[in-house]
């Protein structure tokens, strides 16, 4: 029988790391909403808290559980946690990640900053996705969804240590897509661009020379609805064909 519209995650369980802020604590909102059990696997317990707090005050269920995505025994905990709470595992959403104002061109940025970039993204997804996906096939098949970038889509400068682990990112969707697909796995990616979350709008009203690349995004600068909107289709079965892909949610900056 079809999902009601509002209900498109019922009797699901999903995992969103760096789930406690930003773009992820707003789809752990909208999946919670939408039927799902969500896990908030977070680094900072009192924000990845307060949006457990948040999700079961609005009649929700969710749960908190402290995660390091770069750290291999935190992810295998994180992964038998969720496991032994909810009995499954359906959706794995790879939000958490980010870059740092020390990133820069590839001449210039520190070789500590490359290899943090490629702990946090590209290594943490990797991790999520080594615990996680067997999980998923114990249940029966589900979705994983990637966080990739514009950066990965388009050149981008001052961002070269970024670009290289959201453009593996992007790579790893491809290939485990076709790696579990007989397993019924869906795997895609989101590249989001410039999302005012509020860390970004701090940025946007004191970098300098950002306008430009905002005035890049001909539809506006995407919000973090507009990113979890994203996400809860390829969680749902409204994507039940869909696998390999790498949307662009970027207010039109990858083709301007």
């Known amino acids: ?33 939408e039927g799902a059990k969500v896990a908030i696997a977070e680094l900072n317990e009192e924000d990845g808290r307060d949006a457990v707090t948040e999700i079961t005050a609005a009649g929700g269920t969710a749960s908190f559980i402290h995660t390091d995505v770069s750290e291999p025994e935190s992810v295998r905990t994180m992964v038998e946690r969720v496991t032994s709470q909810y009995g499954r595992l359906d959706i794995l959403y790879n939000n958490a990640g980010g870059s740092s104002r020390h990133d820069g061109a590839v001449t210039d940025v520190p070789d500590e900053e490359f290899w943090k970039a490629i702990k946090l993204d590209l290594f943490g997804t990797w991790l999520c996705c080594r615990y996680g996906i067997p999980a998923i096939v114990k249940s029966g098949g589900g979705s994983v969804i990637n966080a990739s970038s514009v950066v990965a889509v388009i050149g981008w400068p001052g961002r070269d240590a970024y670009t290289v682990a959201k453009g593996g990112i992007s790579a790893l969707t491809r290939s485990l897509a076709v790696e579990f697909a007989n397993d019924k796995i869906r795997v895609n990616a989101i590249a989001p661009g410039i999302t005012r979350t509020a860390r970004v709008e701090k940025l946007i009203e004191t970098v300098p020379g950002i306008q ?3 005035a890049r995004h001909l539809l506006g600068v995407c919000v973090p609805e ?20 790498v949307l662009s949610v970027d207010g039109g900056a990858s083709i301007s």
């Open 1 to 33: 029988m079809e999902k009601p519209v509002g209900r498109r995650l019922e009797g699901k369980v999903a995992i969103i790391t760096g789930a406690g802020t930003g773009i992820g604590r707003t789809a752990a909102s909208l999946f919670s909403r």
């Open 212 to 214: 430009p690349r905002v």
């Open 226 to 245: 507009d990113i979890a909107r994203t996400a809860l289709y390829l969680a749902s079965d409204d994507s039940l064909r869909m696998t390999g892909q």
